[in-house]
């Protein structure tokens, strides 16, 4: 099961550890040797000889992220704000840890079940920067000018000529 996911406040090496005496494993980075003190801490330098593929040693991490990178492509087109990016990744979590569910139609209920008790929210408390984003209409050409393509000189057509 996923645990919720967000951003990280600061890229600290303490922010990324487990409460109290967990086991750790990271990529063979130096400042993670003097910050693991105290947990069971496995270093995979995933660079050296040898060492199997990252989605080898890491199979748990690769798996999560590249579902997470498939999902945000597929489901947003790449279109992703900063200012949502906590609400795209509570989203993801709720969907990876109901993947697999044997009762589909209990993922509808529960979703349900979680909007009637959520209190209701304005359009503008869902807007994360709600001021920001106006669209400009765009202007109408006051003229419009034949391309320089099919700027050309008419051949003359003896045919088309009336008679005298």
Known sequence: MLARLGPLAGAGVRGLLPASGGFVASWAVPSYKSATVGYAHTAINLHAPGVPLAHVALPGVHRIASLLKRWLLGTHHGAIEPAHLAAYLDEFAFRF????????????????????????????????????????????????????????RVPGRPWRRGRR
């Not at 209190?119 to 984003?133: D, E």
């Open 97 to 152: 840890n109901r993947r697999q569910s044997f009762t589909r139609g209990l993922l509808f209920y529960r979703l349900l079940e979680l909007a009637v008790q959520a209190p209701p929210r304005p359009y503008a408390a869902i807007l994360a920067n709600p001021g920001r984003k106006k669209r400009i209409q765009p202007v109408a050409p006051s003229s419009r000018k034949v391309p320089p393509s099919l700027a050309i």
